[in-house]
């Protein structure tokens, strides 16, 4: 028999670091009933991860607190790169911005990861009842494979171990509340696993009144580099390790170092590198190099580092400039090794995600933006699909999708981590040295993919680019429904909403009150497809009588929008229609759109947030949205978006053939 009581839940979250809280709360929007637990006794309070990609910001505020991050954050404007001069002495070569004037809304900013943690924990009180349950870890899993296409099985079943106060609490992270300063090697790569070690204790004591058997649809492993869910199912991670050790210090710095406060990469003639972060609350964290060889060096004693070895490492690289402190927050150690998962899951029921398929060095702050990043791109899925919108052939493009954003990740840390650690060349023909021209190039290229809004899905049942998912994606093949459904976006209709991509944002006016929004406020993660319509210039009779026909098509008894919404739910409820025409504002009323585009309900009346204009605001300037997204003023287009605001097709105003067969292509009739 099952140990302890055994109870049913749609899904079951593995771990509450990042790529597990962002995954509980798509739950939490979408009304999944899930449980996420981890055997840490509390959150992280300091240390750790604290870059934030414009797209993690932007993922942030489609959920409704990038505005958190943003007020509290330091904001990353400049990066200063330092190296020697002909005479070997250091000195700034560079100013570069950080975030690519432009690219987004946003722009990188620093914040410690325990306050992320906060902003999730808060926004999963306020918008559900999951809660994490901590102390709690997996002991056994068992997979009816067989089960694994049965629609409403729960093939997974999960015998859960409640932990004790001193089990959940390990030594380190209870010295750290007092004076002590928080020390991260607990956490980091450098120290063993703990996992083997905490279920063996809770099995000893005899505490089987303490477990619980679990039944689920689905699983998701969050539980970081070590992952247990991943041993379990006998995936590996492949890749590779180096000998780099570096150091990292959070600290207030006292130095005559003049650019303390913006980030800069610093390397030294013979004497290793350095990257600054400067951080919140006065603080700066500093990645030192504690090893200068890539293979073979001598091997370095973890219990032997201290913060007062990585300072002196620190100092000897910004000779001579000088850096102490009074003040540290945390510190830790790790060694630099990039590895991927072979597979990201088991049968499309137990994923894996975050750390626990991709590890690399932290330095150009990546971890925790894919790691979240991840779960945002799979967990609409695995609601959609037990929502019963979608059929569970959407959840392949998982690992079609993420699985080559790691190995381009990886590749990126590897060619950026051996430039960062290398001794730089003092001349071109100094061939083991590393060339400042290629670092400098390198890092411009690596901000754009460090930004996160350069991510390009591959084709597959719901991008409709050309090609097949196995040439774009990991090589995981997602076949279509049928090739009778299969269609192909027109990109040539919006030269800058690429398919794949996320779509960009431009202010436009609410049509009804004129005020100001980035179109991207518009689109909330609640797990509804979207449909954008540029509708042209509506004041021209032709271009409204297109813009009719369109309304008519989709208001239609028989329309994809009817049969793919439940019958007595909102017109809205699985796909959204949002339309933002040029214009001109005041030449038309509301009421001069077809219902379809405002829809009506008995208890709130007209829908007064569907329609939008690119317009002049009165308090924010032009958008030019038309323009900016590269849309014909006179004739627009339509547009489809995940939702995850990721561009799945692009057509004419008149292709509702096409939108159809590719809803069709995965949409469940329900109508
Ligand atoms: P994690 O954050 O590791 O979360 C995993 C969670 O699962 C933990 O809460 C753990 O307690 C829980 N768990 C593990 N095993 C089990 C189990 N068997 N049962 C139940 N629960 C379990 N990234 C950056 O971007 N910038 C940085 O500066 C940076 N510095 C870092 C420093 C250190 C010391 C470490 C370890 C990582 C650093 N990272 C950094 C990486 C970043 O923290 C990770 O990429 C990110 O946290 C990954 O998120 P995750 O949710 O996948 O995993």
Known sequence: AAPGKTSEVDVLIVGAGPAGLMAATWFARCGIKARIVDKRGTKIYNGQADGLQCRTLEIFDSFGFADRAWKESNHMIEICLWNPNSEGVLRRSDRIPDTIPGLSRFQQVVLHQGRIERFFLDSLKEHSDIRIERGVMPEKLTFNEEDAEKEDAYPIEVVLQHLSDEEMNPEQSKSTAGAAVSDGLFRSNLAPDDTEELLQQAAAKGRTSSRETVRAKYMIGCDGAHSWTRKQLGFALEGEQTDYIWGVLDIIPITDFPDIRVRCAIHSANSGSIMVIPRENKLVRLYIQMT??????????????????????????????????????????????????????????????????????????????????????????????????????????????????????????????????????????????????????????????????????????????????????????????????????????????????????????????????????????????????????????????????????????????????????????????????SGPRTEIELHDFPEIFRPWSKREGWDYWKIYVDAPSYHEGFGEAYKNYGVDAAKGCAVILRPDQYVSWLGNLEDVQEMDHFFSGFMKVRN
């Not at 290398?422 to 690596?446: C, H, L, Q, Y």
């Not at 093949?477 to 299969?486: C, G, I």
């Not at 813009?547 to 909102?570: D, I, M, N, Q, V």
Request: net charge positive; aromatic share 8%.
């Open 292 to 581: 200068t060889t890539e293979k073979g060096g001598a091997t370095v004693n973890r219990s032997n580092i201290t913060p007062d070895m990585i300072l002196k490492a620190a100092n000897k690289t910004l000779a001579p400039y000088t850096l102490s402190y009074e003040y540290c927050d945390w510190w830790t150690a790790y060694q630099i090794g990039q590895r991927v998962g072979s597979n990201f899951s088991k049968n499309e029921r137990i994923f894996l995600a975050g750390d626990a398929v991709h590890t690399h060095s932290p330095k150009a702050g990546q971890g925790m933006n894919v790691s979240m990043q991840d779960t945002y791109n799979l967990c609409w899925k695995i609601s959609n699909v037990l929502n019963g919108v979608a059929e569970r052939s959407i959840l392949k493009t998982y690992q079609s999708e993420r699985r080559r954003i790691a190995q381009d990740l990886i590749a990126f840390d590897h060619r950026f981590s051996r430039l960062f650690s290398g001794r730089p060349a003092k001349d071109v023909m100094d061939e083991t040295g590393i060339s400042m021209e290629e670092f400098k190039n390198a890092f411009e290229k690596g901000n754009l993919f460090a930004s996160g809004v350069a991510v390009d899905y591959g084709s597959s049942l719901i991008v409709a680019k050309p090609g097949s998912s196995a040439e774009q994606g990991d090589g995981t093949d997602v076949e279509q429904k049928s090739d009778k459904l299969r269609v192909i976006g027109k990109q040539e209709l919006a030269s800058n909403i690429k398919l794949g991509m996320r779509m960009p944002s431009f202010k436009v006016l609410n049509q009804s009150d004129a005020r100001p929004w980035h179109f991207q406020e518009v689109l909330r993660s609640n797990g509804k497809w979207r449909i954008v319509i540029f509708a042209g210039d509506l004041s021209k009779k032709e271009q409204m009588d297109r813009y009719k026909k369109l309304g008519e098509a989709l208001a239609a008894p028989t329309s994809f929008l009817h049969r793919f919404t439940p019958a007595g739910k909102p017109i809205d409820s699985v796909i959204e229609i949002l339309t933002i025409h």
